[in-house]
């Protein structure tokens, strides 16, 4: 008997998730992602600040699955789902296309980096989504202090020791932490001409708090550990222009400013990728303002209970876009389809998040952690962002690993991870230099 059909667009938390709970159904898994890799996206920002490597975070998708024999991986990028037809058109990266026949189709897209429809601020403000992102993050960050040490203007000089942040998020208050624990602890004594720790890093958020998520509370410890560390909050700004060169914000009051930086990075928005757009327009399904796709309680689209959404990219009750809600959603997909596979007749039950609680690093020491009515902070908060951090990571070697890059940049502040390639240094230029900047 062929054994039923599901394919799975995306390797991200939700769509292992949903693979893993099929491992022992009799059914046949077609894992399609654009990326070879499953990444841990919640730790991109430690990778861009070099305390941890590529291989840390990311793993590829089929050594993940190795074991789950009935799941077969496709590096493709899906472009459209045929409804009628029941298969998924990707794309492969080399060229060419595939068609892909589901019985069920799970799809675990996730979201991408909005710039609030100014495309164009992409090229001189990376966003932190992929690991794309966080390389060229690092790359821009380890490249401001060479340039600023370099520089024959004292102008200039200070224009690279300026780092803009956008978002006040998690991950723009990770990225502002990170910088300036660089400047400060990592680069001392490296230099000769500037002082690393003259680094200026300048956050800018839309709402009047950082980490509003987090609670008044939690959103007043991080700006005041920000603060500590010598970050400058710039709260109820928007930005109206960026380049190469700066960014120009609009104050509360309606007064416009620019701040020149030669770093600029963007951790504000999300949207939906195309796939949500296309999957949308095929079964008439509803999308949220960011393209979130709408699902009913069973994550099903209406009137198409062969298909489901998961994670990021589903939209229900107002979840919040984390890891959690990924992992969850994709196991309820998963376990949904081998119900329906078993031909078990009770109806699987809604799906129920359970809020397990959410985290940000700040710096060395200080963390915020709400869980439920446990909202904890520095130290405490530090060794419960540790410790769920671990528990999280997939595989006992990136665990491992992990720990040990943590341990030496909590003791030493080093990083080991502080390689870049500059661009135009490849082997077709050969009087090219790579900066390789790995420590001893
Ligand atoms: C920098 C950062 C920090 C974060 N920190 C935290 C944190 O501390 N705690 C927390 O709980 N959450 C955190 N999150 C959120 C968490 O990582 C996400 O909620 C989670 O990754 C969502 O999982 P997902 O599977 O829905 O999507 P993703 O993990 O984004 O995976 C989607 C996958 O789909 C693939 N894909 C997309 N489109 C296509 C297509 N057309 N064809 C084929 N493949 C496609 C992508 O390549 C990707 O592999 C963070 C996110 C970021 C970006």
Redesign the pocket.
């Known amino acids: 008997m062929t054994p039923r059909r599901v394919v799975i ?8 998730f949903a693979a893993r709970a099929l491992r022992r159904s009799p059914v046949a898994v077609t894992l ?4 070879a890799h ?2 841990f ?2 730790l ?2 430690q990778c861009a600040a070099g305390i941890l490597s590529e291989g840390q975070i990311a793993r590829p998708l089929r050594a993940v699955l190795r074991r789950h024999t009935n799941v077969r991986c496709l590096l ?4 459209d789902v045929d409804v009628k037809g029941r298969a998924v058109h ?1 794309r492969r990266p080399e060229g060419g296309s595939v068609v892909v026949p589901y019985d069920d189709l799970i799809v ?4 991408r980096q909005s710039y609030f429809g100014h495309d164009e601020f992409a090229a001189h403000a990376p966003g ?3 690991l794309e992102d966080a390389l060229e993050i690092r790359r821009r960050i380890y490249r401001a202090f060479e340039m600023a040490e370099s520089a024959t203007d004292a102008r200039d000089r200070r224009h690279w020791l300026t780092f803009a942040l956008v978002g006040g998020g ?2 723009g208050v990770e990225l502002a932490g990170q910088i300036r624990e660089i400047a400060g602890h990592t680069l001392d004594r490296e230099f000769r001409t500037i002082d690393p720790l003259k680094a200026r890093v300048l956050l800018f958020e839309g709402a009047d708090k950082v980490l509003a998520p987090f609670g008044d509370r939690l959103a007043g410890r991080a700006a005041r550990a920000l603060r500590d560390l010598g970050v400058e909050l710039h709260l109820g700004t928007r930005v109206t222009d960026l380049d190469e060169r700066g960014l120009t914000v609009k104050e509360r009051d309606g007064t416009t400013t620019r701040h020149p930086a030669r770093t600029v990075l963007w ?1 504000a928005g999300v949207e939906a ?3 949500a757009g296309a999957l949308a327009r095929a079964t008439g399904a509803g999308q949220d303002g960011a393209g979130r796709i709408a699902v009913e309680p069973d994550l099903t689209l209406p009137g198409h209970p062969e298909i489901r959404v ?4 589903m939209a229900l009750d107002h979840l919040p ?6 992992m969850q959603s ?1 196991a309820y997909a998963g376990r949904a389809v081998r119900h329906a596979v078993e031909a078990r007749t009770k109806k699987p039950k809604p799906f129920t998040y359970v809020d397990l609680g ?3 690093y700040i710096s060395r020491g200080r963390a915020v952690v709400k869980a439920g009515p446990v909202h904890l902070s520095g130290v405490v908060g530090w060794l419960a962002w540790l410790f769920i951090h671990i528990a999280f990571l997939t595989g006992f070697r990136s665990r491992l690993g992990a720990v040990l890059s943590w341990a030496v940049v909590f003791a030493s502040g080093a990083r080991r991870e502080r390689a870049f390639v500059l661009p135009g240094t490849g082997p077709a230029q050969q009087d090219g230099v790579t900066a390789a900047l790995r420590e001893p």
């Open positions: 667009i995306g390797g991200g938390f939700a769509g292992l399609i992602d654009r990326r499953h990444l996206q919640p991109l920002y493709a990028d899906a472009t990707a675990a897209a996730g979201m932190m989504k992929t998690p991950t951790t990728p195309p796939i998961v994670g990021d990219v876009g984390l890891a959690e809600v990924a994709g959410s985290a940000a």
